[in-house]
């Protein structure tokens, strides 16, 4: 998997991301100085498949409060969603799934899984009257059904495109 470096990035905070230790990611990229990256720069993060290999993506629509779940690039199915709130928006552009976690508890209804960015995923609600709405602390709701479905379908490592 390629991670490209976004402003901002420290290689710390990528490893953080990705629940990759920094160690794995400096040895997977031993060209590169590590107290030195740089937006645009291309870093191996190890671990994960090619996104490029893999059948699915998702791509989600803020603004509309939809999920889109693809296969070879024709739409499968759409999902209806909840979204971050004003005061913590649902972050966009591009990650990655990097873990499923099947009853995670609470909030979070029956299934999560991790997006590459520390803190943010796809998840279940214990609050169904929640999707359609922009109430989360940023993550992406989903109906139970819908994200055990979902986390059925598709592998680790699947794209996930989320736009305004």
Same mark, same amino acid.
């Given at each position: 998997?390629?991670?490209?470096?976004?402003?901002?990035?420290?290689?710390?905070?990528?490893?953080?991301?990705? /629940?990759?230790?920094?160690?794995?990611?400096?040895?997977?990229?031993?060209?590169?100085?590590?107290?030195?990256?740089?937006?645009?720069?291309?870093?191996?993060?190890?671990?994960?498949?090619?996104?490029?290999?893999?059948?699915?993506?998702?791509?989600?629509?803020?603004?509309? /409060?939809?999920?889109?779940?693809?296969?070879?690039?024709?739409?499968?199915?759409?999902?209806?969603?909840?979204?971050?709130?004003?005061?913590?928006?649902?972050?966009?552009?591009?990650?990655?799934?990097?873990?499923?976690?099947?009853?995670?508890?609470?909030?979070?209804?029956?299934?999560?899984?991790?997006?590459?960015?520390?803190?943010?995923?796809?998840?279940?609600?214990?609050?169904?009257?929640?999707?359609?709405?922009?109430?989360?602390?940023?993550?992406? /709701?989903?109906?139970?059904?819908?994200?055990?479905?979902?986390? /059925?379908?598709?592998?680790?490592?699947?794209?996930?495109?989320?736009?305004?």
């Amino acid at each position: 998997m390629i991670h490209t470096v976004r402003p901002g990035e420290t290689l710390y905070q990528i490893s953080l991301d990705y /629940r990759t230790p920094l160690y794995e990611i400096i040895s997977a990229n031993p060209a590169i100085n590590p107290n030195l990256i740089y937006p645009g720069q291309s870093i191996v993060i190890p671990g994960f498949p090619d996104p490029n290999t893999l059948p699915y993506q998702i791509e989600v629509l803020l603004n509309s /409060r939809q999920l889109k779940l693809y296969r070879n690039g024709d739409l499968q199915k759409t999902y209806p969603i909840a979204v971050g709130k004003m005061l913590s928006t649902t972050p966009t552009g591009n990650f990655i799934i990097i873990n499923k976690a099947p009853n995670p508890g609470g909030p979070y209804g029956t299934m999560w899984m991790s997006l590459s960015k520390q803190y943010y995923g796809i998840h279940g609600t214990n609050d169904p009257s929640s999707i359609g709405k922009a109430v989360s602390k940023g993550c992406i /709701r989903m109906y139970n059904e819908d994200v055990e479905e979902l986390a /059925r379908t598709i592998p680790i490592g699947t794209p996930v495109y989320i736009h305004p």
